[in-house]
């Protein structure tokens, strides 16, 4: 048996010894006393009586040995700020923002929200909360109010943070209207916004409700605010994301398991050397850069969390990958920051590096990479070509890693940590980490799949440290939809296909429900069809994700208007259509807009009224149907095969 079958077997078959001794790689005030309670299986508790702090772990517990080094680097090349942050500075800004959270009646357990662009403060702001045991929920700044709003009514948040404005290819995005709307439009009403005035776009601030961060800063400068100690399984923090119904659902993480699965994840993962201590030899550091958001939970885990956790310099970056710190083009910008900082680790979505494959390659030759031992990809579906294409332009290995924000941290991955010969193989993300039993279930008759059979991928219980502990506030919803495959509740479903080979490697094959996958951001058919049929003029819509060079999927809407005169003309498509995207701008933000509405007469749906999704999606990617013995109305697919056909086929 190789090392990585063995240590992989010892992880799932004998779980608590295994993670016990994990769970050394965090400081605890208190020890634990139980490695698992799986009594009220799927809720778990890990670590159970353990007490720890996450911002300790990340923060503090450094100051002794490496205060004086670079534990942030701040790179915007939207506003041309770079700004480096070490442990002794991290420390104190991010007491500041405890002090003024705490100012603010902000106390454990109490819910944080934050709706703010790729500015350090975000960052500080994101560890005040777990110093204080308060529970931060981050909405990406991409989503507007209506999204925002949703998320505030489920999380209620006794404060939010935000800021004047985003800002995206020199374009500034005001936050703050956003923001307000949102306010407006939620039943809850936190009770004070703390607003950090970039200067991008002068917000109007709420007499008695808004107060300025600059300000409150000044007042806290010298706080200090001890860590409050939380049982292992109390919450760290709430992210939304979508699934089949419109109601996004809160992934809950808890405090002990998180910590103690990243460190794994960077030990076994992501940086072996970071985590047995080696370093750079021209740095003297390790240093992480995730270009993702903090909105997402790559940004969350790989930002933020795990490169702190393991006392490593974490690279964050606001802009484009295509832009340079002059604002000038630069498809460069990255390979010149793993140059200059010495970067040893990288990750990044799929979708980054196919708009790098548009521009001119030179871009990839022209720095010194040396530092970097690979780059990571994850979100969405690595293609061959894309990833064969970045591997011989920068001479590293690729390493494809697949995961779900309700996991917390990779399912699927090259373990180098395990053994540094392990390959990765063009197509899959690699094997099942250690901690997560994966199996392969038949779609109809849920038996388990042999190699070379597709199926549902599941995870059987328990699921390791650092996976969602609930869905917040809905135990129950937790249960229903990831547990009810099988009547015992034995596995969780990852809502995906997949296929395992022979040699035990995995590949994914796309999602089994509604889910889509845009340029790696995760959206909900449903969300988007709930925002279109806002629009007075739509009477009924679907919404299918289809296959797209660039972004991976793009979400096209079909549409039947209530009027059918509303668009007797071609020009009046057009501006319906326009119409109809603003209104998804508006309300779910440019992210969700779909990149064509279709009016069509009719939908394809069965006698009982079931839509048929995976034949509308077929025939949008101009795939067979497949079985359409239980549609309603056959002409309904036949007039979008039409519609769809190129321009010049179409008579005129
Ligand atoms: O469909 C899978 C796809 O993205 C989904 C999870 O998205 P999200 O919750 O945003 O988490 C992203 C964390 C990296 C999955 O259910 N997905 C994620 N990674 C991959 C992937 N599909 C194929 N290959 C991957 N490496």
């Not at 534990?71 to 500041?96: M, Q």
């Not at 845009?518 to 007075?536: N, Q």
């Amino acid at each position: 048996m190789d090392r990585y079958d063995e240590i992989y077997r010892q992880s799932v078959e004998d779980p608590e010894t295994f993670w016990r001794s994990e769970a050394a790689g965090i400081e605890w005030q208190q020890p634990f006393t139980l490695v698992l309670d799986d009594r009220r299986a799927p809720h778990l508790r890990w670590f159970v009586d353990g007490t720890t702090n996450i911002c300790h772990n990340a923060i503090d517990r450094h100051l002794a040995t490496r205060a004086e080094q670079t534990a942030l680097i701040y790179v915007s090349t939207e506003t041309g700020t770079e700004k480096t942050f070490s442990y002794r500075d991290l420390f104190e800004e991010v007491n500041r923002v405890a002090a003024m959270l705490v100012a603010q009646g902000v106390t454990h357990g109490d819910r944080v929200l934050l709706y703010m662009p790729m500015v350090p403060e975000a960052l500080f702001a994101m560890l005040a909360c777990t110093r204080i045991g308060a529970i931060h929920s981050v909405v990406f700044g991409g989503f507007a109010s209506s999204s925002l709003a949703s998320r505030i009514d489920d999380a209620r948040p006794k404060v939010v943070l935000s800021a004047d404005a985003g800002s995206r290819a020199g374009k500034v995005i005001p936050y703050k209207p956003l923001l307000d709307a949102a306010i407006n439009l939620a039943k809850h009403k936190p009770d004070r916004v703390l607003l950090l005035d970039r200067g991008l776009a002068a917000p109007a601030m709420v007499e008695g409700r808004d107060l300025d961060w600059a300000s409150l800063r000044r007042q806290h400068f010298d706080a200090r605010v001890p860590c409050t100690w939380l049982e292992s399984n109390e919450p760290c923090y709430i992210l939304y994301t979508s699934g089949t119904t419109g109601t996004p659902k809160g992934v809950q993480r808890d405090t002990g398991g998180h910590a103690v699965a990243l460190v794994a994840s960077i030990k076994y993962i992501f940086d072996p050397a970071a985590a047995s201590g080696e370093v750079d030899a021209v740095s003297g550091r390790r240093t992480f850069f995730a270009a993702s958001d903090i909105g997402w939970v790559v940004g969350h885990c790989y930002i933020v969390y795990a490169p702190l956790l393991c006392g490593m310099a974490s690279v964050m970056y606001e802009g484009l990958p295509t832009r340079g710190l002059d604002g000038e083009p630069d498809a460069g910008i990255w390979w010149s920051l793993v140059a200059k900082h010495r970067v040893n680790a990288m990750f990044t979505a799929p979708t980054a590096i196919r708009v790098l494959k548009k521009q001119d390659p030179s871009h990839l030759t022209r720095h010194d990479l040396a530092s970097l031992d690979a780059l990571f990809l994850a979100g969405e579906p690595l293609d061959e070509p894309t990833a064969r294409w970045i591997s011989e332009g920068i001479g590293k290995p690729i390493l494809d890693n697949y995961w779900q924000t309700e996991t917390g941290w990779p399912m699927l991955s090259t373990q180098r940590g395990i053994d540094p010969t392990m390959q990765p193989r063009f197509g899959s993300p690699g094997k099942p980490v250690v901690g997560f039993k994966l199996r392969l279930l038949d779609e109809a008759t849920n038996a388990e799949l042999a190699a070379n059979e597709k199926g549902v991928l599941v995870i059987a219980g328990p699921l390791p440290p650092g996976c969602m502990s609930t869905v917040w506030g809905d135990d129950q919803r937790f249960v229903d939809t990831y547990w009810s495959l099988l009547d015992d509740r034995s596995v969780y479903s990852t809502f995906d296909w997949g296929i395992r080979d022979d040699d035990g490697y995995y590949f994914i094959l796309g999602r089994t429900d509604d889910v889509i996958n845009v340029a790696g951001h995760r959206l909900g058919t449903r969300e988007i069809e709930e925002s279109i049929s806002g629009h007075p003029d739509i009477a009924e819509t679907a919404v299918v994700g289809v296959a797209d060079a660039l972004k991976g999927q793009v979400a096209i809407a079909f549409a039947i208007v209530r009027n059918a005169a509303s668009i007797g003309t071609p020009q009046d498509r057009l501006r319906l259509e326009g119409e109809v995207m603003a209104t998804v701008d508006r309300s779910l933000g440019a992210l969700a807009r779909p990149a064509r509405v279709h009016f069509v007469n009719a939908l394809p749906k069965t006698r009982s009224g079931k839509m048929l999704r995976r034949a509308l999606q077929a025939v949008t990617e101009g795939r067979d149907p497949g079985d359409l013995t239980t549609i309603e109305d056959p002409t309904a697919l036949e007039q979008i095969r039409d519609l769809l056909k190129p321009p010049s086929s179409t008579p005129h």
